[in-house]
């Protein structure tokens, strides 16, 4: 008696209905991440608190973008190369509680694998990785930052007044969760000191970091009214003798 041929719909309904499964969601209420595969296209929202989102294909737990969060710096980087691409995503979603997430769910610990169709651009530059001259010993920063768009900018002068290129290799800038204080860095190795109010700002507080002497602490005094600060890096005295 011949078999019935069934079994190869059945195979393929299976698949079908594997392949269908929604994406578990997370609960805000319980703080659980849950493991995640997701495909969409690679976003990159530049800016102080620079974040890369996944654009899924169709809505995944009700959000239209779900901000990437990365394990270290250098995978952060080259996820820039990704842009525009098909990606597939991995890592924990969850529901983010700071504002240093700028979407209502997140991915940690997030790998990417970019479609076969994707064309790769270039990474993000690594400006710590720039080295600055062993015989500048001090240089000046004038920094401007606009809480209303998070850009940060800033221009680096030594101590003849000369501008120093680029400006990233000497200064960097986070903001805090709350986004109303931001630390204003001086490069690796070099101390800040003597930050004043760069625009007639009487009122402006900032201060040196007393837990770190490279940064800089200015407080944002609303979420409209571009600041603009001076500091002073100067080569630590242990950097000095590397």
Request: charged share 20%; proline share 11%; hydrophobic share 35%.
């Amino acid at each position: 008696m011949p078999l019935p041929r069934l079994f190869p719909l059945t195979l393929i309904l299976l698949a079908t209905t594997l392949r269908a499964q929604p994406q578990k969601c997370p609960d805000e209420a319980t703080s659980i991440t849950i493991p995640a595969t997701i495909n969409g296209t690679l976003e990159y929202h530049p800016g102080v608190y620079a974040w890369y989102g996944l654009r899924p294909s169709q809505p995944a737990c009700g959000q239209k973008v779900i901000q990437l969060g990365f394990d270290d710096h250098a995978a952060f980087l080259a996820a820039h190369r990704f842009i525009g691409c098909e990606v597939t995503a991995t890592g924990n979603l969850f529901v983010p509680n700071t504002g240093y997430w700028s979407t209502p769910l997140g991915i940690t610990d997030a790998r990417i694998q970019p479609d076969k169709s994707c064309k790769p651009g270039d990474s993000l530059p690594d400006y710590s990785a720039i080295p600055i001259p062993f015989t500048l010993r001090k240089y000046k920063i004038v920094a401007t930052y606009d809480p209303k768009t998070f850009d940060f900018s800033a221009q680096a002068f030594d101590p003849s007044g000369k501008p120093l290129s680029p400006w990233e290799a000497y200064a960097n800038d986070i903001g805090n969760g709350a986004r109303d204080l931001q630390r204003m860095f001086c490069a690796n190795g070099f101390s800040a000191s003597d930050p004043k109010d760069a625009s007639g700002q009487p009122s402006l507080q900032a201060n040196v970091d007393p837990d770190d002497p490279s940064a800089v602490e200015v407080a944002i005094p609303d979420d409209t009214t571009p600041v603009h600060v001076s500091f002073t890096c100067t080569r630590s005295a242990a950097a000095g003798k590397e």
